[in-house]
């Protein structure tokens, strides 16, 4: 499977002949365009026409980020997977009310479900969540009654406070203490790791979008309107607790991230160059773990159950199959 590459070094990306090279203080590194789907800047980076030009043939997506280690955008190559068919297909889940709100239930409840997947993982290693599995399994109950997009949205935001809660209880450090979800800006450790990891799994899914048939701007559960990308933050949903948090609580409980890898300014808290390094080694082991599928009767890493996650949409959409969202098992 293709790789992502990551730049975090200012410098300029080039195109020489069929190769693509990044010039920066630490000299010249060659990337191999056959094994690469994606490159995530972070740093000054220098480009090109002559360099979009080639991504595009080579069908690789350029993501942006700013200063502070956040998705700014995406330079996203000509729709080679192109369908007037499925966007069609979409459109017509969207507009009917009946349809999305059936689609926007499935991601909930698949988020929510490996919410619990990931409480109960740390309940049975000697954490007290008890009660947090109590009060997130009675509101998962309550999803199928609820008649609006708003009215899931409401369940959903109070099934994640709880969850949210109940991170001081599995990460044991008052250095990472968790008070309240705070977004734009990030004004805590621990918040500032959970918006960069959701970031990088938003983006993780849209180049996995970009693999198929879907339009990425038209969503489901997050309203399709003037943003840039709204289906993979749908299908992120039910991937974040496995992915990200995951990857947070081992970081932090093997003390691999420090204060000294973060930076605040104003009373908003960012990862530093080096947090963001050691945050994207452990994402990227997570995406390329496995575990073994029911149906396939082999081990598939994280990064192509996304795929096949969108795969499943597809079917959903054309009549297919009804969309099951995708359930951990460990």
């Given at each position: 499977?293709?790789?992502?590459i ?10 020489q ?11 010249r ?9 994606a490159l ?10 002559k360099?979009?030009e ?23 190559p ?46 049975a290693?000697?954490?007290?969540l ?5 009060e ?46 705070t ?7 621990l ?10 799994l ?9 693999k ?55 009373e ?42 969108l ?20």
């Open positions: 499977m293709k790789e992502t990551y730049v975090f070094s200012h410098g300029e990306l080039k195109r002949a069929n190769t693509l090279y990044f010039e920066g203080e630490k000299g590194k060659y990337i191999p365009v056959e094994n690469t789907a995530m800047i972070f740093g000054e980076v220098t480009i090109n026409k360099l979009l080639f991504l595009s043939q080579n069908e690789i997506l350029l993501h942006f980020f700013n200063y502070y280690g956040y998705y700014v955008g995406t330079y996203y000509r729709e080679h997977y192109n369908s007037g068919y499925m966007i069609l297909k979409q459109a017509e889940h969207y507009i009917d009310d009946s349809k999305r709100l059936g689609l926007a239930r499935k991601f909930i409840e698949g988020a929510s479900t490996n919410i619990l997947r990931v409480l109960k993982y740390y309940n290693r000697d954490s007290e008890g009660s947090s599995i109590a997130i399994e009675t509101l998962q109950a309550k999803i199928p009654m609820q008649n609006g997009i708003a009215e899931l949205m409401a369940i959903e935001g109070n099934i994640r406070d709880r969850y949210y809660s109940a991170f001081n209880a599995i990460i044991k450090d008052e250095r990472f203490y968790f008070d309240r979800r977004k734009r800006p990030p004004r805590s450790k918040n500032s790791l959970i918006s960069f990891g959701n970031s990088l938003y983006v993780a899914v849209l180049g996995e979008i970009y198929t048939h879907l339009d990425p701007r038209i969503g489901f559960l997050h309203a399709t309107n003037f943003r840039r990308f709204s289906l993979n933050l749908d299908v992120a949903e039910c991937f974040k607790p496995i992915i990200v948090d995951r990857a947070i609580f081992y970081l932090l409980n093997k003390q691999m991230l420090k204060e000294t890898h973060f930076m605040t300014e104003l908003k808290v960012y990862l530093n160059e080096k947090g963001r390094a050691v945050f994207v080694r452990e994402f990227e082991e997570k995406l390329k773990s496995t575990i073994k599928h029911d149906k396939l009767k082999r081990n598939v890493s994280y990064r192509r159950l996304i795929r096949m996650e795969y499943k949409l597809e079917k959903h959409l054309m009549g297919e199959a009804e969309y099951k969202p995708f359930v951990a098992r460990w």
